[in-house]
C-alpha cells in the first residue's frame, strides 16, 4: 500500500504522507501543505480531522465498535467497574491485585473536599446550574493545590497520580455536595471504608438519624452507567481538554474547560432533552405514536431525541448494554417507570419505520441513560454532572498524553477568513 498521497493544486502535485492507525484507520497527513502550497484543510467542526495520534479509546462508528486500550466495551461492562476502567483509561493497562488497591486507596483518601472550598459553593445561589457550580469548583482546584498544577509539564507529571485521583474522587464528592446544597441538606462527608460509587450513594442519600444503606442493584447501576461514560474519543469536551492543556494548563484547569463543554444540550445535557421529550409524551396521553410522525417532519425542533449519532451510524455499543440493564435494574427495585415502556415503544416503532432505518438512526447511550439515573434517585438537572463523573479517566488520561507527548505543541488551528476587506478609520462625525 502506498505510503504517500498526492494532492494536484494549479497543476502542481504535493505529495502528502499517509497515516495507518493500528486498528487500519487511514489519514493524511497536511500539516506541511499550507508551508508547501499555502493552503489550508477545511473543515468545519473538524468532522473529517483528525487532531491528535491517541492511544486510549478505538471507536468505529459505521461497526458500532467502542474500545479502551483495546478491550471491547460489552466486556468491560460486564466484568469490571468503573474504578477499575478509570485506572485503564489512565494508566493503560487492567491494573493488578496491588495497583487496583493502591488506586483505590488514593481515592478514598483523597475524597473529602476543603471546608474553605464548601465556603465557594455556598457561595452560589441554590438555584445555580449544576454544571456551572462544577466547572466553577474543579477550576478552583488549583487554588488549593498549586504545588500539583504549576502550568508546567515536567512539574506536573511528577505528582500526576496524585492530582489524577484528587479530580476523579473529588468530582464525585462535589457532585454530591450540589445535590446537597441545592435541597437545602448538610453536607455529609465521605467514607472512608466505601467503595467508590457507595461514598457518591451515602454522601448523597444520608439524611439526619439515617444512613444511607447501600442497594446492590443501585451501584451497580452506578458503577454501569460511570464506566459507560469513562471516554469516547475525540468528542467536544475531551477535544476542549486537549486544547486547553495543549497550552501547558494544568489538569485541574483543562478539566474544567472539559466540563464546560459537556453541558451543551447537543453534548452531555442530551439526556434531559431525553426525558423531558418522554414526560412531554407522557403528559399528553401518547403511546410514542403521534411524536413519532412529527419526528419524521425533518424539523430539528421534534427530533426524536436519543435517536441518531455523530459518529455511530450503525448502533451505539453502549445503548444496547444500558438498554439491556434499564429492564434488569427497574426490575429488581420494583420500579414500574411508564416513561421505559414509552422508550420501548419509541424504540420498537422507530427501528421498524423506514425514516429511521434509511437515515441510520438508532438509540445512543443517553436514550436509556435517563431512566436508569431517574431510578436511583437522581433528579434530572443532575444528570449531566453524572456524565462528568464518569467522564473524568477520559479528561485526565487526554490529558496525559498532550502533556507527556515530547512533539507536542499548542492546539492552533486555522480559518477562512471571510469578513470585510481592507478598509480605512471612518471618523465618528462622517459616519452614517
Ligand atoms: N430524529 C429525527 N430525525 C433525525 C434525527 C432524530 N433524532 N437525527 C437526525 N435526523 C435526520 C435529519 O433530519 C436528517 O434528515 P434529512 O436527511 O432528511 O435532512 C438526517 O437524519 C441526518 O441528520 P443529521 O443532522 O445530518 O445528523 P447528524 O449526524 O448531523 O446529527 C445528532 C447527529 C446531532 C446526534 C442528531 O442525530 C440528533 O439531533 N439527535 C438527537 C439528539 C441526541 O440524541 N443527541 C445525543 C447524541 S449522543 C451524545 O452526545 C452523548
Redesign the pocket.
Known amino acids: 500500500m502506498s505510503t504517500t498521497a498526492s494532492l494536484k493544486i494549479e497543476d502542481k502535485e504535493y505529495p502528502l504522507p499517509i497515516m495507518i492507525g493500528t486498528e487500519g484507520e487511514k489519514a493524511v497527513d497536511t500539516r506541511a501543505l499550507r508551508a508547501a502550497s499555502g493552503y489550508i484543510a477545511y473543515d468545519q467542526g473538524y468532522g473529517n480531522t483528525g487532531s491528535c495520534e491517541s492511544q486510549i479509546t478505538y471507536l468505529d462508528g459505521d461497526n458500532g465498535i467502542l474500545r479502551h486500550r483495546g478491550y471491547p466495551i460489552d466486556q468491560l461492562a460486564h466484568y469490571s467497574e468503573f474504578v477499575e476502567i478509570a485506572y485503564l483509561v489512565i494508566y493503560g493497562e487492567l491494573p493488578n491485585a496491588t495497583q487496583r488497591r493502591d488506586f483505590g486507596l488514593l481515592l478514598r483518601r483523597n475524597a473529602a473536599v476543603e471546608m474553605q472550598m464548601q465556603k465557594i459553593l455556598e457561595g452560589f445561589p441554590t438555584s445555580a446550574s449544576p454544571m456551572a457550580m462544577l466547572a466553577a469548583m474543579v477550576a478552583a482546584l488549583p487554588a488549593y493545590y498549586p504545588e500539583l498544577a504549576s502550568n508546567n509539564f515536567e512539574k506536573d507529571l511528577k505528582s500526576f497520580d496524585l492530582a489524577a485521583a484528587i479530580a476523579i474522587s473529588k468530582i464525585r464528592t462535589i457532585v454530591a455536595m450540589i445535590y446537597r446544597y441545592q435541597k437545602g441538606l448538610p453536607f455529609v462527608f465521605p467514607k472512608y471504608d466505601l467503595p467508590f460509587c457507595d461514598n457518591f450513594l451515602h454522601m448523597m442519600y444520608t439524611i439526619p438519624y439515617q444512613e444511607y444503606q447501600p442497594v446492590p442493584e443501585v451501584t451497580k447501576a452506578l458503577n454501569l452507567l460511570l464506566l459507560l ?1 469513562a471516554d ?1 474519543e475525540q ?2 469536551s475531551t477535544s476542549t481538554v486537549r486544547m486547553v492543556g495543549s497550552s501547558q494548563a494544568n489538569l485541574f484547569t483543562s478539566i474544567s474547560a472539559g466540563i464546560s463543554a459537556l453541558s451543551g ?4 445535557g ?2 434531559v ?2 426525558m423531558q421529550m418522554l414526560q412531554s409524551i407522557h403528559d399528553e396521553g401518547d403511546d410514542g405514536s403521534r411524536f413519532i410522525a412529527a ?2 417532519s ?3 425542533t ?10 455511530y451510524r450503525n448502533f ?1 455499543p453502549r445503548a444496547k448494554i444500558i438498554g439491556d440493564a434499564c429492564d434488569t435494574v427497574l426490575t429488581r427495585l420494583g420500579i414500574d417507570d411508564p416513561l421505559l415502556k414509552i422508550a420501548k415503544n419509541l424504540e420498537q416503532a422507530a427501528l421498524k419505520d423506514d ?2 432505518v434509511s ?1 441510520r ?1 438508532y438509540p ?4 436509556y441513560s435517563g431512566i436508569i439515573m431517574r431510578a436511583i434517585g437522581i433528579p434530572m438537572n443532575m444528570f449531566t454532572t453524572m ?1 462528568a463523573i464518569g467522564r473524568a479517566p477520559g479528561y485526565i488520561a487526554n490529558w496525559k498524553e498532550v502533556a507527556s507527548n515530547p512533539k507536542g505543541r499548542i492546539y492552533r488551528p486555522r480559518q477562512i477568513y471571510v469578513g470585510p476587506v481592507k478598509r480605512d478609520y471612518v471618523p465618528m462625525s462622517q459616519r452614517p
Open positions: 461514560h469516547h468528542n467536544c444540550p447537543l453534548h452531555g442530551a439526556n432533552a431525553v419526528a419524521k425533518g424539523s430539528k421534534n427530533r426524536l431525541m436519543g435517536f441518531g449519532h455523530a459518529v451505539d425514516y429511521f437515515r438512526l445512543n447511550v443517553d436514550f456524565f
